[in-house]
């Protein structure tokens, strides 16, 4: 009996008591005993339990062994409708089950109230509304504390919505525009959709059930397509099987079949569905192909895996002599190839056998008549459906009669009273006629192969000369062109007057110039001495004029080549995403190469004229290095991350640097950073394997001085001592450098060591005490090969290991004398110490942009290099507005709101001029507020940018006297204007320019710029533009640090930089620990592109 008692602190307790009589010795009741047992906490775990079957994500339900509900949680009354009040008590099964399911629920419930449980079982509900709820149902007996079964309690889940996604597959896999068919485990059809039907011809009705493979498949190919259904009804699937099947109509359809277990919920095999293609039309194609091939006006032949002919058409027994019959299985190379060429034949076979096919490769054939006949041949991999390589196919053409007519031109060539010589696409000569011989004294074989500019000319017309021949290589022919050659002996310099003309081959490509001489040695002796003193004049005249104006023009020229580079390169990926059409098919696949060529070139243009432009300064002595603050810890990771992607996948990079703030200089951290990173580039371009390690130490000299060693150490091929001294020269090439490939010749050092030596003197001539410093040699760059034992045991205690294929190794390094210095005492632009420290760039929100410049091509560019900036960082956007004039871009800044302006610094009122003309000609109402909006969808945003600037130049307001205006005095009015205005939307500013001298440099930052952008910009100048200004900006209010770490625009509507130890923390969290000093390459196939690219570009 339950009852509750109050206890003394007035909580109520639950008893369960046990009332018994008590008597006394003669029998006689005397009282009541109670024996309790304290249930308060049984009770209220009993009442957690029915809330927790109430309020349960699933329906739950009860009935008690009338088959009544005494359980319907609120799951339930959502799923039905029916609340627990209007079920309670009432027949489940008669009240609430749909009839045609109420025997079979019925069946299910009795059995749970004999004990015998069912799982998964599914039934109907009818809702409240009268509609159809499909529950999955498992029954469980309910019993008391004796293990009585007083009822049944259900748990169900509500599947109503998983049967109707079956049906849509249903319906999905009945309409779909493939066939597909399924068989049971007995190989009868149980699935035949519409396009099965449309196919073959027999309804479902008439498939169902019926045997596949006894009643629709051909009798010859019964066996086999039994054999791929027995093994699917076994777990193993095939792919891409072709089989037939006989129509209503009697006819053969080919399907190519993929063969799939079917499995039931439990997993079991219950069957096999086939989803096929109709191939009959495309097996007819082939054979109308093969057809083809054999009546092709060229001789076409293929052979098997083991070089047996296995295809030999109608044109190649006609060329040839041997039939079709004669030739197959027999082996090409064997018995048809003469024997002087059978090996070079066999390796072509052999490449195309792994994929690498040949193209225009010349080789003898031997006819049945015993004649030779040479073959042009492109070999192609010959591949099946999967893509395996199957045999080699050999499109040629006969070319022994053009090669006769080839051989007669070079007799008439080599016989002509006319020195004739020509060169290849590298300058190297593979023509000098008898006429050269005699006039140079050079016997050809002593030419053939030798570079004509750099080895036969003057070193005077050297220039010149290349100048005609890259002319001539693109179609531009030179006539009556005159430069000397050096006879053999040097005795005499033999005059010719040139008509310079582009060779090509017989698909046009330019392979060479061949040039036609006179001999005019003679008529110019009589000005020889008037020449040279007008030579001396030009080449100090030249030297004279270099100038940033120059460069200026140099660098627009260049930057035009790579936005159009860029452009072209975007057309094919936006056609080639579009839809096939023949427009598509018949785009050449090489321009994508050439442009992606062009434009590397272009780059390594561009990178090759700061260079020299450093050098220039630092030869001459007017280079001034800037004496700040420089973490050289710090320093060297920079330039760690700058060339670290050069670095090749099979090499590691090592930092044997001091910390962070451990060594503080005070030095000019440009200098040092381009110090560093031309080091890194020569290690780069010849370690193939093994380790590159950045090596930076600090001994102390005195409480303000410390001694550094800085330098680059390496496990490449070595440099030779006698080589040593010839390496810091530019432009070094052969025998001076690490020979680390078969084509050494087509490696060069470049500028960067020549430009490295120099940045060492100056490091070492503006120490604190440079004076008592001491040379260890003549030279302050000192060049160690192989590797000195102190670094080799500095490398092995880092980690690095002395594997097979290293090379002896080099290190460059200089030690000089440098001021200590605290990172407070002035951070270094070049290094950025403190703030790179403190931030990192992880640009946000909608970044607003103004373009100003006189260039269509110049603008695209400058919108191009946005979009990569938008793609890099994918949190943020970009909003573009352009201005043709200085003038036009101040104006846009007083009535808009912009992040960013760049601004070109010569500017042209011709060009506007001639801008407004042709919008009064056009005569439409220009889009003043007109933008293009670059996000994440590169192909989207190229072609917003292509339609943006196709009659962008149309919606500007073009005012008298605009371009006149130069860019840094726009920039000092757009200053100017901020300053007394009250708006806080100032905007950053730089001078997107050619002018990149120190003198233009200093000029744009008395103007108010932000810094300057140089041509042609790319995505790295304006984030290290961005990183340098972070100081200044702050300053000027142009930028804005928020309370939790970002650094904004000035309106805070764009966000540029964060605190770098949040990001820290990100980054921690994502990896999974902190970073290494070490870095290593994985670019893999496309850093092996870069370099082949990158030899093409030094040759």
């Known amino acids: 009996f339950q009852f509750p008692l109050e206890t003394k602190a007035g909580q109520r307790v639950e008893i369960l008591l046990n009332a018994t009589t008590r008597r006394d010795e003669t029998g006689k009741v005397i009282g009541v005993v109670g024996i309790g047992q304290d249930i308060t906490a049984r009770i209220a775990q009993e009442q957690e339990y029915a809330r927790l079957i109430d309020t349960a994500n699933a329906p739950i339900f009860g009935v008690d062994v009338n088959g009544n509900v005494d359980v319907w949680n609120q799951n339930a009354t959502a799923v039905v409708g029916f609340t627990s009040k209007e079920t309670m008590g009432k027949h489940l099964v008669s009240e609430f089950i749909l009839s045609d399911f109420r025997a079979s629920v019925q069946n299910v419930l009795d059995k749970a109230l004999n004990g015998d449980e069912t799982a998964n079982f599914q039934f109907p509900l009818e809702t409240k509304a009268g509609q159809r709820v499909e529950i999955l149902l498992n029954a469980t007996s309910r019993r008391d504390e004796k293990g009585n079964i007083i009822g049944v309690v259900g748990i169900g889940q509500d599947i109503t919505g998983r049967i109707a996604q079956e049906q849509e597959f249903a319906r999905l896999i009945d309409t779909a525009n493939a066939p597909i068919f399924g068989v049971d485990v007995d190989g009868n059809v149980n699935v035949w959709n519409q396009n099965a039907t449309a196919v073959v011809g027999f309804t479902a009705e008439e498939t169902m059930g019926r045997h596949l493979v006894d009643e629709f498949i051909t009798e010859t190919c019964r066996a086999s397509v039994q054999e791929v259904f027995d093994k699917a009804l076994q777990g193993d699937e095939t792919a891409n099987f072709q089989f037939p099947l006989v129509t209503k109509a009697g006819k053969r359809v080919e399907i190519l079949l993929n063969a799939t277990s079917r499995r039931n919920v439990d997993g079991r095999i219950i069957g096999v569905v086939g989803i096929g293609q109709d191939i009959t039309a495309r097996i007819a194609q082939e054979q109308e192909y093969t057809r083809l091939i054999d009546t092709a006006n060229a001789p076409i032949f293929g052979v098997d895996v083991d070089g047996n002919v296995n295809v030999w058409n109608q044109n190649a027994t006609a060329v040839v002599g041997f039939t079709a019959e004669e030739t197959m299985g027999r082996n090409l190379v064997r018995e048809f190839i003469t024997e002087d060429f059978r090996a070079s034949v066999q390796k072509v076979l052999d490449k195309a056998l792994h994929g690498d096919e040949t193209a225009n ?84 074989d002593d030419v053939k192969g030798k570079n004509l500019v750099r080895d036969l000319v003057s070193l005077a017309f050297q220039d010149d000369v290349a100048t005609v021949l890259r002319k001539a290589g693109k179609g531009d022919e030179t006539a009556n062109f005159e430069f000397p050659l050096t006879s053999s002996d040097g005795s005499r310099v033999v005059e010719i007057r040139l008509n310079a003309t582009c060779r090509r081959n017989a698909s046009g490509t330019h392979v060479g110039m061949v040039g036609i001489g006179q001999d005019v040695t003679d008529s110019k002796a009589k000005n020889e001495a008037v020449m040279r003193q007008r030579e001396a004049e030009a080449a100090q005249a030249a030297q004279a004029t270099v100038s940033a104006h120059v460069y200026h023009e140099i660098r627009n020229v260049v930057g035009a080549l790579l936005s159009l580079a860029e452009r072209a390169s975007e057309v094919v990926e936006i056609t080639m995403s579009e839809a096939i059409t023949e427009n598509v098919l018949q785009l050449p696949s090489k321009v994508r190469a050439l442009t992606d060529h062009q434009r590397l070139v272009c780059q390594h243009a561009v990178d090759t004229l700061n260079d020299m432009l450093d050098v220039a300064k630092m030869e001459n002595g007017t280079y001034q290095l800037k004496q700040k603050a420089v973490d050289l810890g710090d320093l060297c990771a920079r330039a760690a991350k700058l060339q670290g992607p050069r670095i090749k996948s099979d090499v590691e990079m090592h930092l044997l640097t001091p910390q962070k703030g451990e060594l503080v200089v005070l030095s000019d951290g440009a200098v040092v950073l381009q110090y560093l990173t031309n080091l890194l580039s020569n290690a780069a371009k010849f370690t193939k ?234 005569g439409r109402e220009p889009d003043l507020e007109a933008r293009l909006i670059l996000d994440n969808d590169r192909i989207g945003s190229a072609k917003r940018r292509s339609a943006f600037f196709d009659d962008e130049v149309f919606n500007h307001t073009i005012e008298p006297g605009d371009g006149s205006l130069e860019g840094h005095k726009a920039v000092e009015q757009i200053c100017e204007y901020f300053e007394a205005s009250e708006r806080k939307d100032v905007p950053l500013l730089f001078n997107l320019t050619g002018n990149v001298l120190e003198d233009d440099r200093e000029r744009y930052r008395r103007s108010g710029s932000s810094g300057v952008l140089p041509k042609p910009v790319k995505l790295e100048h304006l984030e290290e533009a961005l990183i340098d200004c972070i100081g200044t900006s702050l300053q000027r209010a142009k930028l804005i640090e928020q309370p939790d770490g970002r650094v904004t625009s000035a309106d805070g509507s764009c966000t540029y930089f964060r605190r770098r130890e949040q990001e820290a923390v990100a980054a921690a969290d994502a990896d999974g620990g902190a970073p290494r000093r070490t870095q290593r390459n994985s670019a893999g196939a496309v850093e092996a592109k870069e370099e082949k690219m990158e030899e093409k570009m030094d040759t």
């Open 361 to 444: 490769f010349q080789f003898p054939l031997e006819t049945k008549g015993g004649a030779r006949v040479e073959i042009l041949l492109n070999a192609t991999s010959r591949r099946d459906v999967e893509g395996r390589i199957i045999g080699v196919v050999g499109i040629g053409q006969d070319i022994t009669e053009r090669i006769a007519q080839e051989q007669e031109y070079t007799r008439l060539i080599d016989t002509a009273n006319a020195p004739i010589f020509g060169v290849d696409v590298d300058g190297n000569v593979n023509v000098w006629n008898k006429c050269l011989v005699k006039l140079t004294g050079f016997a050809s």
């Open 689 to 922: 394997a093994g380790h590159v390690f950045i090596i930076c130490k600090g001994r102390e000299l005195d409480n303000e001085c410390v001694e550094v060693e800085l330098g680059v150490a390496d496990t490449g091929p070595g440099i030779r001592s006698e080589d040593q001294e010839r390496v810091l020269q530019a432009f070094t090439t052969g025998e001076a450098v690490p020979r680390e490939d078969i084509h050494t010749s087509a490696r060069s050092t470049g500028i960067g060591l020549r430009l490295a030596n120099l940045i060492a003197n100056i490091l070492f001539d503006a120490g604190p005490e440079s004076a008592s410093q001491k040379k260890a040699s003549d030279r302050v760059l000192q060049i160690s090969s192989p590797l000195p034992p102190d670094i080799l045991r500095t490398i092995q205690l880092a980690g690095g290991t002395r594997g097979s294929g290293l090379g002896p190794g080099t290190f460059f390094n200089i030690r000089c004398h440098m001021q200590r210095a605290s990172l407070t005492s002035g951070a270094d632009d070049g290094n950025n110490a403190s703030l790179e420290s403190d931030f990192v760039l992880n640009p946000s929100g909608m970044l607003r942009v103004l373009v100003v410049d006189d260039q269509r091509t110049m603008r695209q560019m400058a919108a191009m290099f946005i979009g990569k900036f938008v793609l890099k960082y994918p949190g943020i956007s970009a909003e573009i507005m352009t201005a043709l004039s200085a003038e036009e871009g101040v104006r846009l800044a007083k009535t808009h709101s912009f992040h960013i302006i760049t601004m070109d610094e010569s500017l042209s009122e011709n060009y506007c001029e001639n801008a407004k003309e042709q919008q009064q000609a056009v």
